[in-house]
């Protein structure tokens, strides 16, 4: 078994260090990720400028882009085989609801769905991150099921509370929840006098209801979301195609 690891956090993350501890006794693991945190970076590609390649001394190759990027190269070309599963993670803090629009965690694992390997990201939702050998026991209870009985072309986002592996439920299959609009940019002054902007923290969860990926996590379960690329509002387009004939 081939795993390709990535994140969004930086090659240096303690999420991702366990997690390939983790992983690395049961498969051939391989790491390509971003050189610095690139949260946020959703699915962008870096286009405007050639990319490069570096090995960490822990054996790591992180690339100075985005963590769609490190997948993307390491499938296209980087590597002599391709991995048979891609996994990104563990994530310092949830990535649920709308989390996952911006998310680098979920973009990492997107670009390897997209390019035909099955993909999970991880994340640990937590803001302190105290147990992430729960985040790491959930990956290889995945692999577990993955060996067992391939996964196929899909790609999960999987969020684990923050609790020891032995306060974990289980695992629930959720949709995602939504969140209230994020909070209001907070301003301030640069040391050169400049109003300068930084972006307002994610709102509460609204839509946190039973059967969400919110409420599976707080109520003790890893959640466990089946994500899809097509953004194709299908219900929307008879409607639309009348308003356009109208």
């Keep these: 078994m081939r795993i390709l690891l990535s994140n969004d956090d930086g090659y240096f993350a303690p999420g991702l260090e366990r997690l390939a501890a983790a992983l690395a006794t049961r498969a051939e693991i391989t790491v390509v990720a971003p050189e610095a945190d690139r949260s946020g970076a959703s699915n962008s590609l870096t286009l405007d400028r050639p990319l490069t390649v570096r090995r960490a001394p822990s054996g790591f ?10 997948v993307h190269l390491a499938v296209t070309g980087l590597l002599d085989r391709l991995p048979d599963l ?3 993670g563990i994530n310092l803090g949830a ?13 990492a694992a997107t670009e390897g769905f997209l390019l035909g390997i099955p993909s999970i990201a991880i994340s640990l939702a937590s803001k302190t991150a105290t147990h992430f050998e729960t985040a790491a026991a959930v990956a290889l209870e995945l692999l577990d ?3 067992r009985q391939p996964l196929g072309a899909r790609l999960l986002n999987v969020n684990v509370p923050d ?7 289980g695992f629930r299959i959720t949709r995602l929840g939504r969140r209230h609009k994020a909070e209001d940019v907070v301003a301030t002054k640069s040391p050169r006098g400049e109003t ?11 839509d946190a209801g039973e059967g969400t990926d919110f409420h599976a996590v707080e109520q ?11 953004l194709t509002s299908h219900d929307e387009m008879p409607q639309v195609d009348a ?3 109208a």
């Design 145 to 147: 099921r993955h060996e």
């Design 61 to 70: 190759l992180f690339v100075n882009g985005t963590p769609t990027d490190c």
């Design 86 to 88: 891609v996994i990104s």
């Design 196 to 206: 300068v902007y930084w972006v307002g923290a994610a709102g509460a969860a609204a």
């Design 163 to 169: 609790l020891p592996r032995a306060l974990l439920k």
């Design 220 to 230: 003790g379960f890893a959640s466990v979301t089946p994500l899809q690329i097509d």
């Design 243 to 245: 308003w356009l004939a």
């Design 95 to 107: 990535n649920m609801g709308d989390d996952t629009i911006y998310s680098g965690t979920v973009a």
